[in-house]
């Protein structure tokens, strides 16, 4: 049965098209992370030069370099008391699940092909903080909550920046991936959305 309503049809197209977006999304991983990793690694090596050496993307994940040295495991495989870089993974995907959305719902508006691939790509670059934000505090997270103490401390923190960073995290794991591609699509489509909304009620 064919949705009689432009509102059920809309949200019949943006999920068909979710889909593909989202297919799309996964096998182009590694190319479309790449911005957000260079940007990540801007703001934390910039930010906190004492702890990030670097970070480095490894497909859809990436690698953060620290500065710390940690003890090496003792499985034999390295002399005993030998000491290596701290490096540990962030999985970036579930940061920046947000664009196969934006690009689903941007495709299933009822505008010509130039507008909708204007308005993907300038979504697709007002949603690069939102990867760079998850990732950057999970990193900071993993240094001040999952480490030893002693590398807790050098990063310099107080009780209240904890919170903040607790807070600052939830925020980049939770809300930003999920909510800001909806109010970028609505700030982008503000003409079809005062078409849309009054067939809601």
């Not at 007002?126 to 990867?131: A, H, N, Q, R, T």
């Not at 990063?155 to 600052?168: F, K, N, S």
Request: hydrophobic share 55%; aromatic share 10%.
């Amino acid at each position: 049965m064919t949705p009689r309503r432009p509102i059920d049809r809309f949200l019949l197209r943006t999920l068909l098209w979710l889909a593909l977006m989202f297919m799309l999304w996964y096998m182009l991983a590694s190319l479309l992370l790449m911005p957000v990793v260079g940007w990540t690694h801007f703001a934390l090596s910039y930010l906190f030069p004492h702890a990030i050496a670097a970070v480095e993307q490894q497909g859809p994940a990436v690698d953060v370099i620290t500065r710390f040295t940690v003890a090496a495991p003792a499985d034999g495989s390295v002399p005993a008391g030998a000491q290596g870089q701290l490096i540990f993974t962030i999985n970036a995907l579930k940061y920046a699940y947000g664009l196969p959305l934006l690009l689903a719902l941007t495709l299933a508006a009822p505008t010509s092909m130039g507008e909708k691939l204007f308005r993907g790509v300038m979504g697709g670059l007002l949603l690069i903080p939102v990867p760079v934000w998850g990732i950057a505090c999970e990193a900071l997270k993993v240094l001040v909550f999952d480490m030893d103490p002693a590398i807790a401390a050098q990063m310099g923190t107080t009780p209240l920046t904890r919170e903040l960073l607790a807070l600052a995290y939830q925020l980049g794991y939770l809300i930003l991936p999920a909510v800001t591609p909806i109010l970028i699509w609505a700030a982008l489509h503000r003409d079809f959305l005062g078409e849309l909304l009054p067939q809601t009620r």
